[in-house]
Structures are given as structure tokens and as C-alpha cells.
């Protein structure tokens, strides 16, 4: 599996870093194929402010991708979800699906009787979710949620390659969407191979909805990850990332690294 960070900015824009995306696919080998299910990825997670524009700089492409999973609906997060939709229009794309949290069908919707040329170039396929219907399958991925404490109701997703969800050997990918550091996501996330974690802003800055990173290590210690990547960074982090960084660490000795723009992690 593997993870490719469109976008790993905030709804504050610095000009170094698109709004929230993620690009995850499978290598279509394995247990997953032997089990009948279709190959893993490539599966956008979120469409925020520029994600589009980094998709396009990937082999994959917006061409490649006809499923996007979405956390929660702030603008930063869905901004280039219309703007995809045409892409794939004018691309010669036929459908499209969607899945998200309560309220994605009236997202959609809402967009398409705004721009209303848009209506129909699509087979759209919506579908809405939550964590009482977890896991499901989804682009051949086995997805896990949770509710994370956001200021708007949004989801935390675990990622296993479809069929492979009782193999010790399957990667799992864990991504927080946006939440505060709280001790149920951190036992979600436990035993992830890659954990992607909202840290917004350094220790400093009194901030609801978002975590610190001294209140994230506090929160992660006694769990078991991979690498922790941190991610939603507003323009307060610029500057601050050692300093960060060691706050986290005082409580968390796990491997910890910011996401940057354009990197792709193997989930392995």
C-alpha cells in the first residue's frame, strides 16, 4: 500500500502546501486478489483547496480515480471536489463515486444546483457512512471509522487491503481526518503501519479542535505505530517544526516526521 500526500496544509494557505488529500493505493497483489476482491486503490481521501492540481502531478492522475472518501465537509477538505468532477467530464470519465459522513448526498447536491452545467456529465455514485456501519468495503480497501472531536462531525478512517483484515502481515493505514488528540482515536489507530495525525498548530497557540503536539505525545504514548506523520499544518507550525517535534517527543518516543507535499510513504 501506499500513501501519497496531495495536499497537507490548513484552511490558512502559506503557498507551500495544498489543503487536505491523500492519494492511497494497493498493489494489486496478495491476499486481497486470492479473496475475490477488487484491487486495492487508487482511492482519494478529501479534496481540499489545490489537492486536484497535486493529483494531476501523479502517475495516477484524477483520470485514475473514480472514488473519493471524505472525513468531514469544511471547505478545506472538499474545495476540488466539483473542480474534479469536471476534470474527469472533460477527461472522458464517465462516473464518479462519493462516500463521506451524513450529509455528503446534500454536499453534492448543493454543489451541482450551484453549478448546474455539471448536472448529469457524471454517473455519480453517493453514499453515505458512519462508524455503526464499519468496517466497509470500499475500492478494495476494508475501511474502519470513528467519530473524531472536531467542530464539525467528521471521521477517522483505518485502512486494510479487502481480505487481508485477519492477516498480521496486511499493512494498515490509520488517517485522523481532523479531531483533537483523544485516547479512542489513538486505540483506533493502534498497531497502524503508517498513522497520519492532525497537528495544527505548536504548543503556544490555545486552540480548540485541533491538537498541540505536546497534548498528541501525551495522548500516543503506550500505543504502537509505524511512523507518526503529522499533517493540517496551519502557517503557526513554519519555523516551529524541531521545536514541535521535541514537545511531542517528550511523551512519545515513536518514529515521528511531517508530511510534506508530494511525499509517498510505503505502508508496509
Known sequence: MQVTFLGTGSAMPTGERMQTGLLVEGDGSGAEEEAGSETPGPLLVDCGSGALHSLA????????????????HHLDHVADLLPLMKARWLAGAESL????????????????????????????????????????DLAGFSVDAVETIHSMYCHAYRFTPAGRVDDPDAPVFTFSGDSEETERLARFADGSDVLVHDCSFPDEVDVDNHPTPSALGETLAGHEYGTVYLTHLYPHTVGREEAMLESLGAAYDGEVRFAEDGLTVEVE
Not at 58 to 70: A, F, I, K, N, P
Not at 115 to 130: A, S
Open 57 to 72: 502531478a501523479t502517475e495516477t492522475g484524477y483520470e485514475g480515480v473514480d472514488t473519493v472518501l471524505l472525513t468531514h
Open 97 to 136: 463515486r462519493v462516500v463521506g459522513p451524513p450529509g455528503t448526498g446534500d454536499l453534492v447536491e448543493g454543489l451541482l444546483d450551484v453549478h448546474d452545467y455539471m448536472q448529469d456529465r457524471l454517473e455519480l455514485q453517493l453514499r453515505e457512512v458512519t462508524p455503526d456501519e464499519a468496517p466497509f
